[in-house]
């Protein structure tokens, strides 16, 4: 029988094959020598490629093509996280931030022109725009006025739905989305369209991952990242996770040599235990920093609603007639105003910092106040 991946991806990427890079070639023939000449490559090392502690000290020879050594490290840190063990049939990849996997999805399951793929707003502004890009219809289900998924609207237009994809816990609202919504959703799209979870805010609360359910739900992909309670943005790491018959399409379109050396081996850093363990403690500190702010906060006059977090920032209403987004930036604070959705016009969301960065937006918001 076939898979509703195999049934969605559009023929041009059903009959594609990858580009055959001189790494997944030697990697796939399991070729080996004492002389490579296959990647016109460097064979000496320049000076200033040598500035790396890590294992691979030279920086003239091409990455691996997917990076594996990070990518089983990635899926050894979820089992601990869910406390699971992974089925043989779900496979990880690394690739450059999450923002690459929503691209790298839609380009994979939707024809130009022709599929759609559905957002649920207010929510991360990616999925639409990578969408648009490629020509891409995107059917908009806005959430409900307490966040949360309106499923009958929803199912509604799962046949005409390549790709769903939800955002827990959510940006820029905050809030993690029922777990028995996403089970009745994962039940109503089997056989339509390929649920994606955005779990880019999940070490803010770990036991509401959806990765437990990927065994039983092989149209589940889950996106990660290490660009938020890793700290590590710069080097442009995420992660995609998804049953063996998504990724082998996938895998065609992936770039040849999607990380680069540097961040692969910072990546392995954060992913060994003492890294984790580091991150953990970032990620309560900075929770506890969150929920002093936001209880500060909400006591100020010009606050109508600060909205519950399982992320590192809060989304506020005030309740001002001018823009507090701008009033902040007056201030040298720059927070962010969501996009035009009507249901978080005039909020404004504010990433947590240090606290000493929050006592000073603290202080700015009670001088207006
Ligand atoms: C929900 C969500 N997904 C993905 C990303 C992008 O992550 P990355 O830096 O890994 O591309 C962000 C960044 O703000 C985000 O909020």
Avoid at 14 to 41: C, D, M, V
Avoid at 247 to 254: A, D, E, F, G, K
Wanted: glycine residues 4%.
């Amino acid at each position: 029988m076939k898979s509703l991946a195999e049934k969605l991806v559009p023929p041009a990427v059903e009959k594609l094959i990858p580009y055959q890079s001189a790494r997944r070639i030697a990697r796939q023939t399991g070729n080996t020598g004492h002389l490579w000449l296959n990647a016109n490559e460097l064979e000496s090392c320049c000076q200033y490629g040598d500035v790396s502690e890590g294992k691979n000290a030279h920086y003239n020879r091409y990455p691996d093509f997917l990076p594996h050594d990070i990518a089983a490290d990635y899926q050894a840190y979820c089992e601990y996280q869910s406390n699971i063990v992974f089925s043989s049939n779900l496979e990880t990849i690394a690739v450059r931030g999450a923002d690459e996997a929503i691209d790298l999805l839609v380009r994979t399951f939707c024809q130009p022109g022709n599929d759609q793929i559905l957002v649920c707003p207010p929510t991360y502004g990616m999925y639409e725009f990578c969408a648009d890009a490629f020509s891409v219809n995107t059917a908009v289900v806005p959430l409900l006025d307490n966040f949360q998924l309106d499923l009958a609207a929803i199912e509604t237009k799962l046949d005409k739905t390549s790709l769903v994809f939800l955002c827990s816990p959510n940006n820029p609202t905050g809030n993690v989305l029922h777990q028995q919504d996403l089970l009745t959703l994962l039940e109503a799209s089997k056989d339509k369209s390929l649920v994606v979870v955005d779990e880019a805010y999940i070490e803010f609360a770990p036991h509401t991952s959806v990765v437990g359910l990927m065994a039983e739900y092989p149209h589940l992909i889950v996106i990660r990242t290490l660009s938020k309670a890793f700290g590590l943005a710069a080097i442009r790491v995420g992660f995609m996770l998804a049953d063996s018959s998504v990724m082998t399409y996938v895998s065609r379109l992936i770039a040849p040599y999607p990380i680069a050396d540097p961040s692969a081996e910072i990546a392995q850093k954060a992913l060994s235990p003492a890294g984790i363990q580091q991150m953990e403690q970032q990620t309560k500190s900075l929770i506890e920093v969150r929920d002093w702010f936001s209880a500060e906060i909400s006591e100020l006059a010009i606050v109508e609603k600060v909205y519950a977090s399982s992320t590192n920032f809060v989304l506020v209403r005030f309740n001002t007639q001018s823009s507090m987004y701008d009033y902040l930036i007056s201030q040298g604070i720059v927070a962010r105003s969501p996009a035009n959705e009507s249901s978080v016009k005039g909020c404004v969301r504010i990433t947590i910092g240090s606290k000493a960065s929050m006592v000073e937006t603290l202080n700015a918001l009670k001088k207006c106040a």
